[in-house]
């Protein structure tokens, strides 16, 4: 694996000149490829194995049971997305089969009452999460993994502001009412060949700020394409999070960090097949946040939100691609 792990634990605990080195260690990624892995992040794992096992246990229900909590139509992020239900690629105008995957998805547990947080704008970002009845204690297990890594993100908001020689508290406006998601993943084993240029999660890039993603190290994992090497597994240390740029950070550097091209790759012929379970959650900026550019205006900015429901529906095939990102 040729992307750095960077142990965070110095910024989130340190003083001004531990925090600034690790800032430097980010921001040294951040203009190479967009991929880093962070250990000393502070997140149990005992919570990261909970929820691990929900997702298993989710997934191994009976299919009419997962789609009673069936993801709206709208594609609101909300519920059971099942198998072959979406195509990454699509976002970026590439034609190919339907991704291999299922997937629960959520977002934030925790939403105020206030205007902000209705009308159907907002409906994308702050709809009322689908709980399955089973297994037991999911519900609770999710949004507590979903809170400790919001609150990490909030942390790391502060250290990649340091990367670009802002202020650390630069994104807290712009995130202080962040439209977040999770989405637990299952790739199945294959039984049969994949369709010609069918992956488990075609070539794509994120739409948000920063994605944090801790998934299962087996045959048929994620791969970024790196500017020098190509594509490239990605192997991290057991106790690391993979952290990757999104769409909205490329935005708002203008183009000086980029939104990298990544996707999960099927699992070589001929070696067991196993499922990968993957847990991914998107941090992603206040839905109104204009991505216009940290250090000059762009000419082309456009909200998060108008962004994020733009991809989401090409992803479903039911929307047509307007306009491209720096690092697409």
């Known amino acids: 694996m040729s992307i750095p792990v960077i142990d965070i634990g110095p910024y989130l605990e340190g003083g001004h000149d531990d925090r600034q080195r690790v800032a430097r260690r980010i921001a040294a990624a951040c203009e190479d490829s967009g991929f880093f892995c962070i250990t000393g992040h502070g997140v149990s794992e005992d919570l990261v194995a909970r929820t691990r096992q929900a997702a298993v246990e989710f997934f191994a229900r009976p299919l009419d049971e997962k789609r009673l909590i069936l993801r709206p139509e709208s594609r609101v992020g909300r519920g ?6 979406r195509s990454l690629a699509h976002t ?5 089969p339907p991704d291999l995957q299922e997937a629960f998805a959520m977002g934030p547990p925790d939403v105020p009452d206030a205007d902000y947080y209705r009308g159907e704008t907002a409906e994308y970002f702050f709809a009322e999460n689908r709980y399955p009845a089973r297994p037991e ?4 297990t999710v949004d507590d993994y979903f809170r400790a890594l919001l609150a990490l993100c909030d942390r790391l908001m502060g250290a990649m502001a340091l990367a670009l020689g802002l202020e ?5 406006s712009r995130i202080d009412r962040p439209a977040c998601g999770l989405r637990l993943i299952r790739y199945p084993a294959q039984a049969a060949a994949p369709e010609r240029r069918q992956l488990r999660a075609g070539a794509h890039t994120d739409y948000g700020t920063l994605t944090v993603l801790r998934g299962d190290d087996v045959p ?3 791969q970024v394409k790196l500017p020098h090497s190509g594509w490239t597994d990605l192997r991290p240390p057991a106790d690391a999070f993979v952290c990757n740029l999104g769409d909205a950070m490329a ?22 097949q196993r499922d990968r379970i993957s847990l991914v959650f998107f941090h992603q900026p206040n839905y109104d946040a204009l991505l216009n550019g940290i250090f000059e205006d762009a000419a ?9 429901i733009e991809k989401i529906h090409l992803a479903a095939g039911t929307g047509r691609l307007a306009k491209q990102t720096p690092g697409e």
């Open 80 to 85: 059971y997305y099942p198998f072959a239900d």
């Open 92 to 96: 970026l105008g590439k034609e190919t």
């Open 137 to 140: 204690a999911f519900r609770e």
């Open 168 to 172: 650390e508290n630069f994104f807290a």
């Open 220 to 222: 048929g994992t994620l």
């Open 251 to 272: 935005r708002w550097t203008g183009g000086r960090w980029a939104s990298t091209l990544h996707r999960v790759a099927n699992p070589p012929a001929g070696v067991r």
């Open 300 to 308: 082309d900015a456009v909200t998060l939100a108008e962004h994020f």
